[in-house]
């Protein structure tokens, strides 16, 4: 039978009602910093398995659990030196610490693996929810499997209607990209996400991080994910999208070149080259990285919203946060990344002996 989904702004009864539900075992969908959450009580397992049942998401695909106070640790999982110094700098915010979990955190929260990731979010009303229910709240991206990732009520509506009660409605994520993942369980620091908690950053915490060589390539046959998550398709507008690197005035013209309109594509430029396109439909990433993070999935979602066909992306450079935004871009592309400019060059004639 379908439930009837009501979305509510952070009111004070609007949040009482959300930690009830929790409480009860139903799921509330809540906004963080990054992108909404799908969450429910993380030390239920009934109330985990629907979490997967709504989204559709892969059993083997763990989950990240909430916290608004560290005290939650001590039930949860073995913090490290290094995982606390990481903690004090970067919490609440987006960065999600992986830890050896204890007893008390149920397999279905992390698919069977050894550690536990977990997560201080800053928004004001995920704060307040979760400090209301008194609980870790196990939550994934609140959208459908394979869909992106939601970044206002207006998307997680889109994807859970009649699946859930309950949407908190507190506006657009400020990130818009999914929390930095961080895999603290080993020798040495390791990236299995990259988000707003850049690689530089943590470096400068904590000494030293590599960043997971998956994060810009498909996984090889048979290569094991050293987070389940890589493994899984992700983040895809319905429409192909390729996306097309180099000099700026090539991957203009390459796009150009490539966008016919009767195919129904869209072209997502940064806003200094929106003007280069002409009359052709584009859509605006913003002026700078943080931009371009904020509005990615927002734009995907507008795309398939469109029917779009087509979509053609300027790559963004890989510092700072860029590396999330490509990360992204790479896997709803399905990895088509082209470079522009040496397509169409004259080929070295064949050489004879
Ligand atoms: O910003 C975020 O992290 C959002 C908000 C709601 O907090 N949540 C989120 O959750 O993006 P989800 O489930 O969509 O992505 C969690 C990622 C997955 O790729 C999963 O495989 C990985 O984290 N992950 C979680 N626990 C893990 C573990 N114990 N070991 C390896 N990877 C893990
Ligand atoms: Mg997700």
Redesign the pocket.
């Known amino acids: 039978m379908e439930t009837e989904t009501r979305v509510l702004p952070p009111t004070e009864e609007a949040l009482e009602l959300a930690a009830a539900l929790l409480r009860q075992g139903e799921l509330v969908a809540f906004p ?1 910093e ?4 799908l969450g429910a009580n993380a030390l239920d397992p009934q109330a985990v398995l629907r979490i997967f049942a709504a989204k559709g998401r892969p059993a083997d ?4 659990v ?1 916290i608004w106070d560290k005290a939650q640790l001590a039930d949860l999982c073995e913090v490290s030196a290094d995982a606390e110094k990481l903690m004090d700098a970067c919490w609440p915010g ?1 960065l ?1 610490i ?1 830890c050896p979990k204890k007893a008390l955190v149920p397999d279905e929260v ?1 698919a069977g ?1 050894p ?3 977990i ?1 201080m ?1 800053s928004h004001p009303a995920a704060r307040a929810m979760l400090r209301r229910c008194g609980l870790p709240v196990a ?3 609140a959208n459908l499997s394979t869909r992106p ?1 939601p970044t206002t009520a207006a998307h997680v509506l889109e994807d859970m209607n009649g699946r859930i009660p309950l949407i908190l409605d507190g506006g657009p994520c400020e990130v818009g990209l ?2 930095t ?1 961080l895999d603290m369980t080993g020798d040495m620091p390791v990236v ?2 990259p988000g707003a908690v850049t690689p530089e950053m943590i470096r400068d915490i904590v000494g030293s991080v590599r960043v997971a060589d998956s994060v810009m390539r498909p996984l090889r046959e048979g290569e094991a994910a050293p ?3 890589m493994k899984h398709k992700h983040y895809a507008p319905r429409g192909h999208l390729t996306i097309l690197k180099g000099k700026r005035e090539d991957v203009i013209r390459e796009i150009i070149r490539r966008y016919d309109a009767s195919e129904n594509a869209v072209i997502l430029a940064s806003t200094g080259n929106v003007p280069a396109y002409g009359g052709r439909r584009v859509m605006d990433m913003g002026p700078d990285l943080s931009a371009a993070a904020h509005n990615l999935f927002s734009l995907l979602r507008r795309a398939d919203g469109l029917g779009i066909a087509r979509l053609y992306a300027e790559a963004v450079s890989d510092g700072g946060v860029g590396l999330a935004v490509m990360n992204r871009m790479a896997r709803a592309a399905g990895f088509d990344i082209e470079e522009a400019g040496t397509e169409g060059l004259p080929s070295c004639p064949p050489q004879t002996e």
């Open positions: 963080t990054t992108v909404y959450g695909n763990p989950l990240i909430h987006p999600t992986l992390t693996l550690s536990v990731g997560r979010p939550a994934p991206s990732s999914e929390s993942v299995l996400r987070s389940p998550g």
